[in-house]
Each structure stands twice: as structure tokens, then as C-alpha cells.
């Protein structure tokens, strides 16, 4: 089956580097992508790894690890929008067209 | 361009009541896929539509059914609800072809069986 492990609550301060990790398990491997949504929003897609490395996008990073099944998305320079739950989605190779997503981490960020 | 919308945007039913969850995209895509997510679960995949006519089932199809008549639309129906089935449910589509990422999500439905 496809599992995916990431920590329910993350805090940090606004102007500082917070990083959410994830691994996953899967049987078969065609990417790790990364959602962000806010309290009453609907997700909205952030990036994606399909292959080793780091994938920058402004202030968003998100690094793959394929060999070690891991993961992570990185924030820089905190700001008080920032706060909102992070989820991580894999797509195995089984199940057709189905993507699997982690339960999220809630990052908080104090002024 | 509205993207991808849904109807109704609440909604609460006794239990044993039926109904229908409308959703709409304007982007073209091929793919659709209808979720639902519980507080501390993340998404759970309901059903999916790989295209016009076709759904297969996700992870927890069971007490939903789906149709796909058109290519614009992905209907979702609760046959009699329940109140294990208190959620919020969010639509999504993708454009076809590519890897399966960057999903388009509708702003949600929040349902309530008593």
C-alpha cells in the first residue's frame, strides 16, 4: 500500500526558515508534490519533485531524496500568512491515476 | 475563467436523506477526482474520472456513488446519508497527460448528517 508520514504541527517565527518533512511508502514512485491550505480554503498546489534535488520557487523550496523515500519542503523568511497546514501527496504505481496525500502539518508562525 | 467550482457550498441532511454535490471546471481537464477530509486525516480520494463516462473508485468509495456524463462536470451522490459521512468534501481536476500533480481544487462542500 502507500503511506505517508508528516508532523501534525509545526511553529516558528515570522522572518525564519522552517522545514516540513515527509516519507513516504509506496509501491512504485511518480513524484512528491506539496500542498498548502488555509483554515476554511481549499488546497492549492505548491510544488513538485519528480526526480533527486531541490526545486526552488521564491521563497518555497521542496527537496526529494528518492533512495531514502524522504522529502521536505522548506519556507524562508517566515511571514504571519505563511501560517496554514502543508500536506504532502505521492502518486504510487499502483491504483491507476490516484494520489495520496499525508494528514498535513499545521505550521503556525508567531510574530 | 471561474476554474473549478462546486455546488452546493453547505449542506446539512438527516440521516437516510439523499443528495447530489455539483462540480464544475472550465479548464478542459481530463481528470477529476472527488475527496473528502476529516480533521487530522488530510484528503481521502472518493472517486475518479480519468475522462466523459468513465469513473473508477479511490480509497473510500463506499456509501458515494459518481457520474461523469459530461466532460465539465463530476457529480457526486450520498444514496443515504449518514452520519459517518459528516465531512468536508473538495473536487479537483487536472489536465491530462504528465504525471499526476498539480490538481485544481474546488473551494469545498461542507456537509452535516444528523
Known amino acids: 500500500g502507500q503511506s505517508l508520514e508528516q508532523p501534525s504541527e509545526v511553529t516558528a517565527v515570522e522572518g525564519a526558515i522552517v522545514q516540513i518533512n515527509c516519507t513516504y511508502q509506496t509501491s512504485g514512485f511518480y513524484g512528491l508534490s506539496w500542498y498548502q491550505q488555509h483554515d476554511g480554503g481549499a488546497p492549492t498546489f505548491l510544488s513538485y519533485n519528480g526526480l533527486d534535488g531541490l526545486e526552488e520557487t521564491g521563497r518555497f523550496s521542496s527537496f526529494l531524496s528518492r533512495s531514502d523515500s524522504y522529502g521536505y519542503l522548506l519556507l524562508q523568511e517566515l511571514q504571519m500568512k505563511d501560517s496554514a497546514s502543508y500536506f504532502c501527496?505521492?502518486?504510487?504505481?499502483?491504483?491507476?491515476?490516484?494520489?495520496?496525500f499525508g494528514a498535513g502539518t499545521r505550521l503556525f508562525v508567531k510574530a | 475563467n471561474a476554474g473549478v467550482t462546486q455546488t452546493p457550498k453547505f449542506r446539512v441532511l438527516k440521516t437516510g436523506q439523499s443528495m447530489t454535490l455539483l462540480c464544475a471546471q472550465d479548464m478542459n481537464h481530463e481528470y477529476m477526482y472527488w475527496y473528502r477530509q476529516d480533521p487530522g486525516m488530510g484528503l481521502r480520494l472518493i472517486h475518479y474520472?480519468?475522462?466523459?463516462?468513465?469513473?473508477a473508485k479511490g480509497e473510500v468509495p463506499d456509501g458515494y456513488n459518481v457520474s461523469r456524463l459530461k466532460k465539465q462536470n463530476f457529480l457526486l451522490g450520498l444514496e443515504s446519508a449518514a452520519p459517518s459521512q459528516t465531512s468536508v468534501y473538495f473536487c479537483a481536476s487536472r489536465a491530462a497527460g504528465g504525471l499526476d500533480y498539480e490538481q485544481y481544487f474546488g473551494p469545498g462542500t461542507r456537509l452535516t448528517v444528523t
Open positions: 474520472s480519468v475522462g466523459e463516462g468513465t469513473t
Open positions: 501527496a505521492v502518486r504510487g504505481s499502483t491504483g491507476g491515476f490516484k494520489t495520496i
